[in-house]
């Protein structure tokens, strides 16, 4: 591998990194699915006893038995240790590995970054599997949910494949899950909360989880991205205008104008989630 000016190793021909990790792929997407079988049949055949909140059961058919909700249940667990993963990893790379971070727009672009590789297998696993496992879930089957599953997932796929935006795929795939750590845990209260007291320790653990996840959404997902956003569009005119997009990846320099299109079509759906998230701030503290 050669070096342009940067620290991050760059190659002018790659292997398909999805090639290169199909069995780690495999067993990502096997691990998922494992997971969520471990968790549903006990919830569904009554050795777990969660009870989800009443307005997820207003569809059930009593002649069915009790509502469990499993599918909720099994799904919110096996989501969130992906989540718990991405945002870790991207966490940490961002913020505490400076000297992997590349200096130059074709680092930036082509350089290969083993957190990023991980993450990218990651991210296209998760999204991939959250694509079939939502389309079974009313609560997760919405056209917005299904569309964000396909793109992140179709995102992934490409910098995987080409060795493309390994750095920017730690931050929109990694760091910007940051904030899902902390709904992970509010998401206990929505669908299965507990007999919860007012005052109580998990009243008050789920609202510092509340308070994190907002604060983390906004810095991240609202300020953070569209601020790397406008790194990443200065990134790519800079190798399409001095030649490197076709020097490096011959004949696929398609893929920087979907990476584009991609950071402005789900920037608009977390500027979207973020009026609904400054909806329920509003609510929870008219509560307060």
């Not at 760059?10 to 290169?20: M, N, Y």
């Not at 709904?183 to 206990?188: A, G, R, T």
Request: proline share 3%; net charge neutral; hydrophobic share 50%.
């Amino acid at each position: 591998m050669s070096t342009i000016k940067d620290t991050v190793p760059i190659a002018p021909q790659v292997e398909s990194g999805v090639a290169r990790n199909k069995k780690k792929i495999a067993a990502v997407l096997l691990l998922q699915t494992v997971v969520f079988a471990a968790i549903y049949y006990p919830q569904k055949t009554g050795i777990f006893k969660f009870k989800p909140a009443d307005k997820f059961c207003e569809n059930h058919n009593p002649a069915d038995g009790e509502c469990t909700r499993a599918d909720l249940f099994a799904f919110q667990f096996a989501a969130g240790v992906m989540l718990v993963y991405l945002g870790f990893v991207g966490f940490r790379f961002w913020h505490f590995q400076k000297y992997k971070h590349p200096k130059t727009p074709e680092g930036r672009i082509y350089g290969f970054i083993q957190e990023g590789e991980n993450i990218n297998v990651a991210i296209f696993c998760f999204q991939a599997w959250d694509f079939v496992a939502s389309s079974m879930i009313p609560e997760h089957s919405s056209f917005i949910f299904m569309a964000h599953h396909f793109t992140a997932a179709t995102g992934a796929y490409f910098s995987l494949d080409n060795t493309y935006i390994h750095y920017y795929a730690i931050f929109y795939g990694g760091v910007c899950e940051f904030s899902s750590i902390f709904l992970v845990f509010c998401d206990l209260e929505v669908y299965f909360p507990a007999h919860m007291q007012e005052g109580s320790f998990y009243g008050t653990f789920i609202l510092a989880n509340q308070v994190i996840f907002a604060t983390a959404f906004f810095a991240y997902r609202v300020f953070g991205w569209w601020a790397v956003s406008r790194t990443l569009w200065t990134d790519v005119k800079q190798v399409l205008s001095n030649g490197m997009a076709e020097n490096l990846r011959p004949g696929k320099s398609y893929v920087l104008y979907f990476f584009l299109a991609l950071s402005i079509i789900l920037g608009s759906l977390q500027l979207l989630w973020s009026y609904h998230l400054i909806l329920k701030v509003q609510e929870i503290l008219a509560g307060l």
